[in-house]
């Protein structure tokens, strides 16, 4: 587990080391955890893993119905809509780790990380 | 020698992070009302930490994981968020206590009321965690944490009999003429507030930010046991010098002032100041880590940017969760509750809750995908839960009893 191994030596993946990951992009810094998967249905062939998931609403889906309610409450009146969706092609490494070929800040992923960031840069000592 | 100064260091940090408010408010009282009667529980407990802070540590070293996200990973995602709730929910008991603490400390100085230090000694929390580094403080705070040691010199001043201090060892009850129900009580809330979940979150991820591996190991141990050792050992000397000043004076410690003679007796005009400043200090620490604890825990579980040398802007929203709890940790002493009663409350409301925070990593400490050949052995999972299960019996029974009782 340790080990981080390429997905071209490795491919058979367990369910469990991608849902509920963390992710990190290429340079290593945290942008969220794996809250869901994408599988594509195919006639007659296996489903296919296409998308990973970040967003809370997707999280909240998988909670037991109070905690739900709430969170998706609040993501009707403050979300911004449709969890993230990254490819799988995306996908560098899977070890301790996911680890994606993206730029963070290109994607939505951090939005409350920067709108919080924003806040806290007017807090005295920031 | 690089490895001898970082078990050094190790060893005053958990003696820092070992010593809090709980710890004192709970051996002074036990010490004041049942003399010796309460040292094998500290010793109990003392087990119990030295077994899950040397986990915790492993686990860091060994598979480079926090334990919130292979919570997450492994147990699912509604478990993971009942056991964050409750977590938070102790840890936000703790940090009150911590900061009522530190500001009854104040008030022993100052002359002033606790409750109108409850914001500043706020204030000096936030601060301390938005301007310093990691290594700034938990240096800093072990170093004056060492004051403490003044409870194991006053306690030796007192000249305490040997054999009293060895039957205090042998697990009992109250003896004759003592009261059940306060002394469980009192023995659940020590419980509490040494099985201290916040400490092993804080110890493990500070081994995942400074990226412990496997040759760790043997740091890791010594460090957990002797570190807690030597915690347990201050926690007993409170014990003992409450023992020996405090129950022939028949002072039951209502108050926490009440608790000053533990020092003052033995040690004089100094013993005062020692005394707050032992109180101000463990308080310091530990709510300094219980907050990082908190903000370590949402941030491995949802996977923000966590870190306490990064700076605020840049792991927002790790900063703005400690923000949120030292707030929160201020409002009950501004409400003028009594520190020693909300200290004690927490404590034993801690007991309570170990179990479903515990289990799961116990749990995750027997699993081969993250801990290979390094996984727990029998003895550490029989001695962990032997004893989480007894805080849990043992809390369930007296909590009510002591409610019921006044």
Known sequence: MSAGHGKGRHPDLWLGEILDQQLLDRQERPMGMVDGLVLQVRDGRPPKVTHLLVGGVTLARRLSTPIRWLVLWFARRYGRGEPYRIPWSAVRDVGVSITLDLDAHDTPVLYWEDRVGRFVKRLPGA | ?406
């Open chain 2, 1 to 406: 020698m690089k490895k001898a100064l970082e078990i050094t260091l190790g060893i005053i940090t958990s003696i820092g992070g070992f010593l809090d408010v709980g710890m004192i408010a709970t051996a002074s009282q036990a010490g004041a009302l049942f003399g010796f009667r309460h040292l094998w529980v500290i010793a109990l407990g003392t087990l119990c930490t030295i077994f899950l802070v040397e986990m915790s540590g492993r686990f860091a070293a060994v598979s480079k994981h926090t334990i919130r996200g292979a919570m997450r990973e492994r147990l699912g995602a509604n478990f993971f968020v009942l056991t964050l709730i409750l977590s938070l929910l102790v840890n936000f008991l703790v940090i009150a206590a911590e900061i009522g603490g530190l500001s009854l400390a104040l008030q022993l100085v100052s002359g002033i009321e606790a409750r109108w230090w409850a914001v500043p000694a706020g204030v000096v929390v936030w601060a301390l965690l938005w301007k310093g580094t990691f290594s700034f403080l938990e240096r800093g705070i072990a170093l004056l944490g060492l004051v403490t040691v003044a409870f194991v010199i006053g306690a030796a001043v007192t000249h305490p009999p040997l054999g009293g201090l060895m039957s205090g060892f042998l697990p009992g009850g109250p003896g004759p003429g003592g009261d059940p129900p306060r002394y469980w009580f009192i023995a659940v809330s020590i419980l509490g507030a040494i099985i201290s979940p916040y400490l092993f979150y804080f110890y493990s991820s500070g081994g995942v930010e400074d990226g412990w591996d496997e040759s760790y190991l043997g740091i890791n141990r010594v460090v957990a046991s002797v570190g807690m050792s030597f915690g347990s050992v201050v926690a007993m000397g409170v014990l003992i010098g409450s023992a020996m000043v405090l129950l022939p004076r028949g002072i039951q410690v209502e108050r926490f002032e009440e608790a000053v003679p533990v020092l003052a007796v033995p040690l004089g005009p100094w013993g005062f100041y020692l005394f707050a400043a032992s109180l101000g200090i463990a308080c310091l620490g530990a709510a300094l880590e219980a907050c990082l604890s908190t903000a370590y825990e949402l941030a491995q579980g949802f996977g923000w940017r966590w870190g306490e040398s990064l700076h605020p802007r840049d792991a927002s929203r790790f900063a703005l969760s400690y923000t949120i709890v030292i707030a929160a940790g201020v409002v009950p002493t501004l409400l003028g509750l009594d520190p020693l009663k909300l200290t004690i409350f927490s404590m034993a409301l801690t007991a309570l809750i170990l179990p479903p925070v515990i289990v799961p990593f116990v749990i995750l400490m027997n699993d081969k995908r993250y801990l290979g050949e390094h996984r727990n052995g029998l003895v550490s999972n029989a001695v962990v839960l032997a004893i989480i299960a007894l805080a849990f019996v043992l809390a369930v029974v007296s909590i009510p009893l002591q409610i019921l009782g006044g």
